[in-house]
């Protein structure tokens, strides 16, 4: 239970990241659902450092309904390369619009793996199911 630990001593962690860490990863949280049919199916996140995509066992936290349009995902992840904690905070709305703090102030994104879901929601609807 404890190894993971080991992984993160370049950085120094705060009783969050641990709180976060101990969490089951996000991947196992998801999909997000939305009553407009709006679907988050998987997040990425990438290390602050090198850029590299953390995978997803070693992306946990929490999701959670912040709103019945808006979801809450703060999470950390650990990158195997260069073993760097990255901290993670995103708001999910049910426009596929991705929302989160940013060097440069508040982000918005529109996260890849949308384009999927809006495209087989129209074929869903198509084929009337
Ligand atoms: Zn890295």
Redesign the pocket.
Known sequence: METSEGSCATSPLTERDGELWAKPPISAQLPVRFDNGTEFASIEGY?A??D?AIIDADLRGTVTRLLPAVACVEAVGV?R??R?LTRFYWRLHDDFRLTGPTRDGWGEWLPKQSMFSRVSRVLRSLLGA
């Open positions: 290390c450092k090198c590299g990158c390369s260069c760097m």
